[in-house]
């Protein structure tokens, strides 16, 4: 499979799951997953959770990133976003922090991250 129409199928998977996510989340479904697996999770989840899901949307965000690489990384920063009111009931400050630098990731540094990697190709 050529590298264009590979980048295309892993495109779309993402659209999918992010829509799939969205819908979970709108029907409450996605609380009643995390709501359930909460007992099972360690003590030293929530704080983890909220240096991880801006640290794997970074990288997933790479430009160098392969792009299943970075289908697997989105995929599992949704799970691990999806946890992130675990980590706001414990940690409230530092989880609107995580939020915070993840906005700021997507819609300021890695927009000009990508623009400073496209010319030294």
Same mark, same amino acid.
């Given at each position: ?31 009643? &997953? ?12 929530? &704080? ?23 289908? /697997? /990384?989105?995929?599992?920063? /949704? ?17 609107? &922090?995580?939020?915070? &630098? ?20």
């Amino acid at each position: 499979m050529r590298s264009e129409k590979r980048g295309v199928i892993i495109a779309l998977a993402t659209v999918g799951i992010t829509v799939c996510w969205l819908a979970l989340a709108a029907t409450g479904e996605s609380f009643k &997953v995390v709501q359930a697996i909460r007992g099972f999770l360690p003590g030293w989840f929530p &704080v983890v959770n909220v240096f991880l899901v801006p640290l794997l949307l970074a990288v997933a965000g790479f430009p160098r990133t392969p792009p299943l690489a970075t289908f /697997l /990384l989105y995929g599992a920063a /949704l799970c691990f976003g999806s946890a992130l009111y675990l980590s706001y009931l414990e940690h409230p400050v530092a989880t609107l &922090v995580a939020v915070a &630098v993840v906005y700021l990731e997507a819609y300021w540094l890695l927009p000009r991250w990508r623009r400073g990697t496209r010319g030294s190709g």
